[in-house]
């Protein structure tokens, strides 16, 4: 079993839908949670980073973490097609924070 | 600098053939990481250095791989007797320092024929 799990998708929705993107890890040591956005051709670039449990929200963009379900989420609202790419989901443990743990990405595209 | 800097951006060569990638951190971060990315999947971590030290070598896949870091600035990964296998996208990052949110660059695009 991978330590971080990340449905690759592709994942289809009509541009201002919510977007909902998710990921499972099973290891309970993880306390630092980030998402990376990847366009073709280009390195990830980090969207949001949260510590421990909780939500945050920046603009149309607001993470979850439910540490108790070992779950995290990524909310996109009013999605556009810039929105359109590969969503990264990442996570360390504040033991070896320099090591960070990647899911395999979901691509996601946004329908005019 | 302005962000990380990967040089080349993608390189062609034929199997058995040593390769060498650079890397140029954003200025200042004393933290530095590389990856490799296989087409359609996730990041798989090779080596950290802080510093010019490399702490955790840990994700090297084989003897065939080595890296290092000078003047706490520009990394070079570097793959002997390159393998078909080694085909991928080489990523680095750079962070201001160990646990701090990690910046990549564009990427090498190394292709074994």
């Known amino acids: 079993q991978k330590e971080v799990e990340q449905d690759p998708g592709p994942l289809s929705v009509p541009e201002g839908a919510i977007v909902s993107l998710n990921c499972t890890y099973s290891n309970s040591a993880f306390q630092y949670f980030m998402w990376y956005r990847q366009y073709s051709r280009k390195g990830p670039e980090l969207l949001m980073y949260?510590?421990?449990?909780g939500n945050k929200e920046d603009g149309r963009f607001t993470a979850q973490v439910d540490k108790s379900s070992k779950y995290i989420s990524l909310f996109i609202r009013d999605s556009q097609p810039s929105d359109s790419a590969t969503y990264l989901c990442?996570?360390?443990?504040?033991?070896?924070?320099?090591?960070?743990?990647f899911g395999s990405g979901t691509r996601l595209s946004i329908r005019p | 600098g302005a962000g990380v800097s990967q040089s080349p951006s993608n390189k062609v060569t034929e199997k058995g053939k040593d390769v060498e990638l650079r890397c140029d951190p954003i200025s200042g971060h004393t933290a530095l990481y590389w990856y490799r990315q296989r087409l359609g999947q996730g990041l798989e971590f090779l080596i950290y250095?802080?510093?010019?030290?490399?702490?955790?070598k840990s994700g090297l896949p084989s003897d065939r791989f080595s890296a290092e870091r000078t003047g706490e600035s520009v990394s070079t990964l570097t793959i002997q007797r390159t393998q078909q296998e080694d085909s991928a996208v080489y990523l680095c990052?750079?962070?201001?320092?160990?646990?701090?949110?990690?910046?990549f660059g564009d990427g090498t695009r190394l292709s074994i024929l």
């Open positions: 949260t510590y421990s449990s």
């Open positions: 990052a750079s962070s201001l320092s160990s646990g701090q949110p990690q910046h």
């Open positions: 990442a996570m360390s443990a504040l033991s070896s924070a320099s090591k960070i743990i």
């Open positions: 250095f802080q510093g010019n030290s490399a702490p955790d």
